[in-house]
């Protein structure tokens, strides 16, 4: 497996690709005027308890108030001392203007505020520390049980049986030496005293600590085994990148490298192509079947359509080729596309329970490898594969689009037909309330053809019912549903 990441650079943005044998598997944008808070810790304070949802509202300084549940507050927050902390109804673990020490899990999306937690977590390159929660934890993802132990073993000799803080040992951290280990553990250490210490005087809405920037973060959270190397058009950023990687990941030193090519970097590799098409609802099929996807707000939907494939043998055999290209398709458009929450897929009817079962063995095995947590049901009664996947930040679309001003997200406009009648029934309305000599029309082009051509008639016999003549007036800033009927 060949992979590349490309990070491209400019004053207002950073965007890292990562790149699997010319084939884009994600896409990372940060901007300068908006980023992402996922990680940032600050001192708080309770505006809201809401017994009702469990919840509280938090002052932590950012646009809107955010959001914290209590399933996640640390148990050290309780005020009551309880035996079973946990289980404590949230009026009795928080109060209104109480100062709270908190972290961004989920940055705000639409109309919703960002969410929090107490359990303060902090990454590095091999391990993620846990305030307050002793103990040791290993990756899933390392899948050998003698490395599980070993490191197992040269973390918990690293912490000490005193140690009121525990980890997470990485992905990343398969290999890793206990040189290594330890390098990352009192770096770790250092920087959650800073935070400790900082919290102290704080005063609520504080910032107290602030996670890496995009460019730095992909040589912490992306630079794994599977990475040949990592390519940035920019001078200035790769000294920077190379002088972090000098200080804490001294074995990416070597992969990183410097384009300096007058080509854009994006358009070298293609990528610029694959965002834009990663924005269309429409995603074609290498058999000639597509997919068509929808984001709401309430989920993400998936249907998968065979097109002009009509296969060579039976239907069903068409009908299970098509479902087992869609699948390798999802997988890939879900990661480019960070689709998280509830995601539907409507596959086409299969008749065979073994095709069913080997599609949904293949999308199984395909998000397996998706770096982000994935569950999958079975198949539904009616056919349908439900799917959750974990969001903390917000999809592609919503990243580089916003709603359409002319129909407000809907994705579709009203018909000039439609627009007509609708100017009918108001010129009958305002007739029927004020005396006017005649009426003027204000519509966009397409509306006052269609008036003029084949509705003239019909304007015709309007004219003689009212007893007043009508005119129209093309006005080319007014949008296809816009129209104003003026009395003269």
């Known amino acids: 497996m060949s992979q590349e990441i490309l990070v491209n650079i400019t004053p207002q943005e950073t965007r890292v690709a990562l790149v699997d044998n010319g084939s884009l598997l994600e896409v990372h944008i940060e901007r300068t005027r908006s980023r992402g808070l996922v990680g940032n810790i600050y001192q708080g304070e309770v505006v809201r308890v809401l017994p009702g949802m469990q919840a509280a509202f938090?002052?932590?300084?950012?646009?809107?108030?955010?959001?914290?549940?209590?399933?996640?507050?640390?148990?050290?927050?309780?005020?009551?001392?309880?035996?079973?902390?946990?289980?404590?109804?949230?009026?009795?673990?928080?109060?209104?203007?109480?100062?709270?020490?908190?972290?961004?899990?989920?940055d705000a999306m639409g109309n919703k505020g960002a969410r929090l937690t107490t359990q303060i977590s902090i990454p590095s390159r091999y391990m993620v520390l846990m305030v307050?929660?002793?103990?040791?934890g290993v990756s899933a993802r390392i899948e050998k049980s003698a490395e599980r132990e070993r490191l197992k073993a040269i973390t918990t000799e690293l912490i000490g049986p005193d140690c009121a803080h525990g980890c997470i040992l990485r992905t990343a951290a398969e290999g890793a030496d206990s040189a290594a280990l330890a390098r990352d553990w009192e770096y770790l250490q250092r920087l959650w005293q800073d935070i400790d210490k900082r919290t102290e005087t704080a005063q609520p809405a504080t910032l107290l600590h602030t996670d890496l920037a995009l460019m730095r973060r992909v040589l912490r959270d992306m630079v794994g085994e599977t990475i040949e190397r990592v390519r940035v058009d920019s001078r200035e950023a790769i000294t920077q990148m190379r002088r972090f990687a000098e200080a804490f990941l001294p074995d990416v030193l070597t992969r990183l490298e410097h384009y300096p090519g007058e080509r854009p970097i994006f358009d070298l590799y293609g990528v610029e192509d694959e965002i834009q098409r990663a924005l269309q609802r429409r995603v074609s099929l290498k058999s000639g079947g597509y997919l068509i996807i929808d984001q709401t707000e309430a989920m993400t939907t998936i249907d998968v359509n065979t097109g002009g494939y009509v296969g060579h043998r039976?239907?069903?055999?068409?009908?299970?080729?098509?479902?087992?290209?869609a699948a390798q398709a999802v997988v890939r458009e879900l990661r480019l596309r960070n689709l998280g929450g509830i995601i539907i897929v409507d596959f086409i009817d299969m008749e065979d329970t073994e095709h069913q079962r080997q599609v949904l063995r293949a999308l199984e095995k395909g998000v397996a490898r998706d770096p982000v947590r994935t569950q999958i049901s079975e198949v539904s009664a009616l056919g349908l594969v439900e799917m959750t996947r974990k969001r903390t930040r917000e999809s592609l679309e919503h990243v580089l689009c916003d709603p359409c001003p002319i129909c407000n997200g809907?994705?579709?406009?009203?018909s000039a037909e439609t627009v007509i009648h609708e100017i009918t029934r108001e010129i009958l309305r305002e007739a029927r309330q004020f005396e006017m000599a005649r009426l003027l029309v204000l519509a966009q082009q397409d509306v006052?053809?269609?008036?003029?051509?084949?509705?003239?008639?019909?304007?015709?016999?309007?004219?003689a019912f009212i007893g007043k003549p009508i005119a129209f007036q093309a006005e080319p800033l007014y949008n296809p549903e816009q129209f104003d009927v003026v009395l003269m």
């Open 58 to 106: 938090i002052e932590a300084g950012l646009t809107r108030t955010a959001f914290l549940h209590t399933s996640d507050i640390a148990s050290s927050q309780a005020l009551l001392n309880t035996s079973e902390p946990d289980l404590a109804p949230i009026q009795q673990r928080l109060r209104e203007q109480q100062r709270i020490r908190v972290q961004v899990i989920k």
């Open 132 to 136: 307050d929660v002793p103990g040791v």
């Open 314 to 325: 039976t239907l069903e055999e068409t009908l299970f080729k098509t479902n087992l290209e």
């Open 410 to 414: 809907r994705g579709v406009l009203k």
């Open 448 to 463: 006052v053809d269609r008036a003029l051509g084949e509705e003239r008639e019909s304007f015709a016999e309007l004219e």
